[in-house]
């Protein structure tokens, strides 16, 4: 399957965005889907996820309280909204299928925050 991230850019210190990730196939089959970053130097981290069934969520601690996680079976797309970004928010975001043992990632999209 193919995942493909949107709507990264340039926003000051405060702003927000939304960012999107397409699938090429149904996700529905995917119990777990989430979003990684990684920035210049440093290891890519998964720091969102979201199950299928019951929606539950969880979120690293840099961005818990600012990011939020949703997914649209229907449209086959999983959507992050960023809140109140910071300069250390500064990275390239994935989206991904999160298995047991494994991630399989997508395409990713810049974000650059600004300060």
């Known amino acids: 399957v193919q995942l493909q991230a949107s709507g990264g850019g340039l926003v000051q210190t405060g702003g927000s965005l939304r960012l999107s990730c397409a699938a090429s196939?149904?996700?529905?089959?995917?119990?777990?889907m989430g979003w990684g970053r990684q920035a210049p130097g440093n290891e890519r981290l998964l720091i969102a996820t979201?199950?299928?069934?019951?929606?539950?969520?969880y979120y690293d601690d840099g961005v818990k309280g600012r990011f939020t996680i949703s997914r649209d079976n229907a449209k086959n797309t999983v959507f992050l909204q960023m809140n109140n970004l910071k300069p250390e928010d500064t990275a390239v975001y994935y989206c991904?299928?999160?298995?047991?043992?494994?991630?399989?990632w997508g395409r990713g999209t810049q974000v650059t925050v600004s300060s």
């Open positions: 979201i199950t299928n069934r019951n929606y539950t969520d």
């Open positions: 196939e149904n996700i529905d089959r995917f119990n777990v």
């Open positions: 991904a299928i999160v298995r047991i043992g494994s991630t399989s």
